[in-house]
């Protein structure tokens, strides 16, 4: 069965009936090519995708073709990877050479048989059986998906294939736009990293799927030939540099820190030393490709670590390096031959990589909430008092000059009140200096509960608190004055079996038209204080107007 009939089938894979021959000395010509398929020379195929592995020498490939119809049948034979070096095509019949057509990337672009990224050529095939003969050389993986349809078949999976990519490439553009926006924002440089990883991967897929030698370096042959392994190494690494900065390795495991820079700079001057050698892109390629495969073991160790350092940002990023592992480890794998190819499995990496990216910008986000919450609650702790949880004598400033400003303005009444626990030092000489913290957070606590919805409370020194009453009158407040004297009154601390009731003296000053600044009116409750301490203690004193 080594003859394919196209007459009733739109899209035949011809490479399953393929016979192919390695050439071990010099190159041999058509002529020797099919003497030596005469003398049963050639391997049959055993897959419809022929693969050779990297650094292969140049392959001779056979294929018998059949048109039962009495007219001629045009067919688009397509070639679907991109990168082999040098293509001679022929299609003969009885003898008699029909076409020939020569292509591959180390010619510009512009001499292509037809405008496609892949190595494609129509091919006009007699009535009766003709033969397709192929010779491809070439340093890089060589892998020979073969398709031959007609062309409204061909057109329509071209079609697909190009919105594909358009979904792969919008998705990426979109989520590298929005964190360099981020990063030019916020100026974390995990954003910049992602971004360049993402961009990176972009050129990468550009460059292997020869998107980027059609529509951007169509003259480029050189870069074209250096794309693959120069942009693989340089993806690799930017991966690992993303994940030394986004899972903070530098802190939870410096030395493995250390190693992998020094890994990305070793790899990357030996690739600068290869592309000064010539003959140096196989080693380049083998290099590339055993390099991608080592750091994304890299990346999932770094996950790990970072996981068991506790890191919580690790979990988004292990799952997001298992799914882009398995789609780059199955496409590399495929692509050097070393599993079996298939059209999905040379997807595997686009599917893998765009979920991988998709995952990281929600562990960038979730890492940006969680920085943020902690920010919030550090500048928070700043505010309170660490004992009793009241404003400190700072958030007592700050909250309270808006109220201040706007009650002088419209000449509105304020109060104040200073409110000190009496013979404090001797809870804490009889009691213990725990015994005196519970007493002052337990007086908090009921001065929590007994001032009114807008008042402002503070602990302002050792056993020491204000409040702010704006709004309250001279009269008003004394009254919250006794009620506070009288509800610490009734605080009662329990300590080593004795109960240490609590008292507290108050100094009590209004705003008149003489004091203007805050200082002003508490310095006058603060003397209020005194003379209540004065005069025996457990009493409120109101300033005289
Ligand atoms: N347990 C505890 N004691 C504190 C704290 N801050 C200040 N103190 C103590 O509170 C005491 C205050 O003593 P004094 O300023 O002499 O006043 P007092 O003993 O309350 O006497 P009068 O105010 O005159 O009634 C000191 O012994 C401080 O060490 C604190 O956060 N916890």
Redesign the pocket.
């Known amino acids: 069965g080594d003859l394919i009939d196209l007459q009733h089938q739109p899209l035949v894979l011809p490479g399953s009936t393929a016979f192919y021959y390695a050439e071990t000395g010099q190159p041999i010509s058509l002529d020797t090519a099919r003497e030596a398929f005469r003398q049963g020379q050639f391997t049959p195929s055993s897959s419809p995708f022929l693969s050779f592995g990297i650094g292969a020498s140049p392959h001779w490939i056979r294929i018998a073709l059949l048109n039962s119809s009495a007219d001629e049948l045009l067919r688009v034979l397509s070639i679907e990877t991109t990168w082999l070096d040098h293509i001679e095509l022929y299609l003969l019949q009885d003898d008699q050479l029909l076409t020939q057509t020569l292509m591959g990337d180390s010619f510009p672009f512009s001499q292509r048989p037809l405008n496609h990224r892949y190595f494609a050529q129509t091919l006009t095939l007699p009535s009766g059986t003709t033969e397709l003969w192929m010779r491809v050389a070439t340093p890089d993986p060589m892998l020979l998906p073969l398709y031959l349809g007609s062309y409204q078949v061909q057109q329509q999976r071209y079609e697909q294939d190009a919105y594909s990519y358009g979904v792969l490439y919008g998705v990426m553009l979109a989520l590298l736009l929005y964190n360099l926006m981020l990063y030019t924002g916020i100026r974390h440089r995990q954003y910049l990293y992602y971004a360049i990883y993402v961009g990176l991967f972009v050129w990468l897929n550009l460059a292997y799927t020869g998107h980027g030698f059609r529509w951007l370096w169509p003259e480029a042959v050189t870069w074209q030939q250096w794309a693959n392994p120069v942009l693989m190494i340089l993806y690799g690494s930017s991966g690992l540099v993303f994940a030394l900065s986004f899972l903070n390795i530098r802190n939870s495991a410096p030395r493995l820190y250390q190693a992998i820079q020094w890994l990305c700079i070793a790899v990357i001057l030996l690739l600068a030393v290869l592309l000064l050698i010539p003959q140096g892109r196989v080693a380049a390629l083998y290099l590339a490709f055993s390099f991608i495969l080592l750091g994304t073991l890299l990346m999932l160790l770094l996950g790990g670590v970072a996981w068991r350092a506790g890191n919580p940002a690790s979990r988004y990023f292990l799952c997001a390096s298992v799914i882009a592992a398995l789609g780059g480890m199955i496409t590399a794998l495929s692509v050097w031959g070393l599993i079996p190819f298939s059209p999905a499995g040379y997807r595997a990496v686009d599917l893998g990589t765009m979920i991988e990216a998709v995952l990281l910008a929600l562990a960038l986000a979730e890492q940006f909430r969680r920085t943020q919450r902690q920010r919030l609650r550090a500048e928070a702790m700043a505010r309170l008092d660490p004992?009793t949880g009241l404003n400190n004598r700072r958030a007592f400033a700050e909250r309270v000059e808006p109220l201040w400003q706007s009650c002088v303005r419209y000449d509105r009444p304020m109060s104040l009140a200073i409110i000190?626990?009496?013979?404090?030092?001797?809870?804490?000489?009889s009691f213990g200096?725990?015994?005196?913290?519970l007493?002052?957070e337990m007086t908090a606590e009921a001065l929590l509960q007994s001032i009114r919805g807008g008042d402002i409370l503070a602990r302002w020194?050792?056993?020491e608190f204000i409040l702010f009453m704006p709004e309250t009158t001279r009269d008003e407040a004394v009254r919250v004055a006794e009620r506070l004297r009288a509800c610490i009154g009734t605080v009662q601390v329990r300590e080593q079996d004795a109960l240490i009731s609590l008292s507290a003296?108050i100094g009590v000053a209004a705003r008149d038209e003489q004091i203007e600044r805050l200082e002003q009116l508490i310095c006058v409750a603060d003397q209020c204080l005194y003379q209540a301490?004065m005069q025996g203690?457990n009493r409120v004193v109101l300033a005289h107007a």
């Open positions: 004992l000190d626990l009496d013979e404090f030092k001797k809870i804490n000489d200096h725990k015994a005196g913290d007493a002052l020194g050792g056993e003296s301490k203690r």
